[in-house]
């Protein structure tokens, strides 16, 4: 989990308001719910003496910029992944919407299911559909706590 | 729908994508099978004598000669073998006269013996997801050893009695030495124990389930334990190498315990076995002689740890291994004497026993480059075809072609 | 056998052993999943390792240089270990008065160092030795 107060200390802290929001600290917290993105603070990108902590917070945010990331925040580790599918059986989604694929321990049938395993490794897909997601959003996190191996996130 | 024989379990819902017979993209496979699957492509074995390469036909004359001109001759392996080619290995070692093992002889034989010969209950994976609502695992890791285990059968799915999900329907005992990946997922319901302190909890869980106060430092947990295990409408307890080796080859209390447990619910064992057939072996072996390792056919059947492969090696005069790699799993001591015997090896790809092997024979991977059948860990029988053309013979036509010619 | 720490190993399999098992057991893939020993925290400040280094097992039977790797859970005096040819060169092959050979569970000495991790040529080379 990144905090709040991680990515706050490697912003400029002027409160500045060129991003559109009051505060540093709101910007902050844009960032992680990734309703901005770093481009978005003009001086830390313009600004020399900035460069340091513009390095330090794309480092920082890197797991949530990369490509894994899907848009409900959810990391998946590829290399921690045992492809047990506990998160697929497990994901209220798939067992509402594949009861006769995932639902029952088998892989996925009707096409609805947004964890899957391929290539022996667990992938998200249908990423709307995942109870994270939308405005109402519910913290489920079903393929967290059933992971032998901490291969899931969010971030 | 394609199959995995990379663990006991058997998956069948796989999803191969041919690429120009090749295996592309895969799903369902779990992190095992899916390296399974991509090991058809590297580190196959090759025919050799002697340690020069020669055709397959060749190989296979020179496994003939090996095992004709023996004595005492040693067959070995077979988890990793097809049903059939199980059986034409109990019949090649009648024909002769030899000793055939397998790796449960040092493993979880005895176990396995005492539930296919109906000393230990027993049901099956299907049943466990359609209404287990306690899972044990004890000295068993299926989450590293057998990745689906918990998700297809014994604790994630829904089944028919067992709608709820896991949270509310179903509880999961680990009882281990280490807090292995299962016992992360059991989280509360992790009993960690000292090394070889299988045979005390045991104890300390029939005189829970007896509702006398157990001699344990937690005596509150394991009261609650029993009481728990008391109230199970459908109980399962899946056992794995820890258990077998901490108990030594004395199960009597660990029968007693899962007695106690019957008389007050329905209780039954299922062992997670390693190779994808050690089922199918043992309970072939079983069918022919009444035990499922460590048989000699010579002067009639015999059976004993004399004719397990720990012992045998210091008598036998020719060993063939077939799908197996004892000298990479047996003590250095052991595995000296294998190098220095006169060895036959079958096998997929290469290690440490085809290294040391006099004759080396290469063999199709069953499930994917040869169809058969075998036995799932808990007995259930499933058939299979092969997925892609191999070069390779099947393990079934390599015994039958040096048995025809012994 | 003199000198180290006496430690009781325990072995274990895990997956991605087994997935570099599946690769190839000649690998270097498979040697790192392999040639390891999990310490308890303690016991390496004792003995002077660190998370990495190489570690000397030995016993009465053989010796193995493995990597340490440092354990979550705190097991003094315990020690895990994939079981693997690198575990088979320390265990006895003695079958026991009940009948039983033991692969599970052994007495090792271990000590920090002992130059870089055993390869598998090098173990095949011990057991071919007369």
Known sequence: ?155 | MAFCTGCSLLCDDIVVDLDGGKIGKTMNLCRKGHAHYSSISSGRLTPSVDGSEVGVEDAMMAAAEVLAGADNPLLFGWGGSTLEAQRAGVDLAKKLGGAIDDPSSYSQGLITEKIIAGDLPTCTLDDVRNFADVSIYWGDDPSSSHPRHMSRFSYFPRGEKRQRGYEEDREAIVIDVRKSPTAQIAADGFFKITPGGDGAFIEALVASLAGKIPKVEDKKRMLNLGTKLRKAKFGAIFTGQGLAHSLRGDLSGFVSLVGKLSEITRFSVIPTLGDYNTRGFNQTLFDETGHVNSVTFKDGVRHGQEFSIARLLDSCDAVMVVGSDPAAALPAAIAKKLAKAVTVAIGSHRNMTTDFAKVSVPMAVAGIEAGGSCLRTDGVRVEFDGLVGSDHLSDVDIIKRIMEAV | MAGGKELTVITFRGIFQEVEEARGMYSDGYRDQSAVVALDGGDMKEMGVEAGHPVHLETASGDVVVAAKLSEEAHPGVAFMPASPWSAQLLSGEVGEDGFLELKMFTVRASSGGGRVTSIEEIEAVIRAP
């Open chain 1, 1 to 155: 989990m990144i905090s709040v107060m991680e990515v706050y200390q490697l912003l400029p802290k002027t409160n500045c308001k060129r991003c559109g929001l009051p505060t540093c600290m709101a910007f902050a917290v844009a960032l992680i719910s990734r309703e901005k993105t770093i481009e978005d603070c003009t001086p830390l990108l313009e600004e020399a003496k900035y460069e340091k902590k513009l390095a330090g917070l794309r480092e920082l945010l890197a797991p949530i910029l990369s490509a894994d990331a899907t848009e409900t925040g959810m990391v998946i580790h590829p290399e921690k992944c045992y492809g047990c599918g506990n998160c697929v059986v497990a994901c209220p989604v798939n067992v509402a919407s594949d009861p006769k694929g995932t639902a029952i321990g088998r892989g996925p049938v009707s096409g609805k299911a947004i964890l899957m395993v391929e290539d022996g490794v667990v992938k998200c897909v249908n990423v709307d559909e995942c109870r994270r997601f939308g405005p109402e959003k519910v913290l489920c996190n079903a393929c967290i706590a059933t992971c032998p191996s901490k291969a899931i996130e969010f971030i």
